[in-house]
């Protein structure tokens, strides 16, 4: 189990979210929470940095999309970059590729 790390920029625009830890089923409820409470304050477009994460699993996937839906409610877009193979890889299998910008490391 590793400890979840994510950092919020919110002088830019977009707001800059950095997440420094592997996203996966031990830290899934957490990294929702912080996701949910950045999207609750949000007032400009978001960019959820993951160049740092080399694993995401499928209910981290279910976090990130209820924080795009959250965001999207609010007429605000997310955008994701920094996204290594494994991770990648996923997101266009589930076709979020398609739903939000995406961009490779």
Known sequence: MNDLSIDVDLSQNPINVTVKSTLDAFNKEAAESKLLNIAQGATSNVCLDLCNVDF??????????????????KNLELSIKG?????LGLFQLLG????????KQ
């Open 83 to 87: 996204l290594q193979e494994q991770p």
């Open 56 to 73: 995401v699993d499928s209910s981290s996937v279910g976090a990130i999309v209820h924080f795009y839906k959250k965001l999207r409610c």
């Open 96 to 103: 979020l590729d398609k739903l939000m910008s995406c961009q």
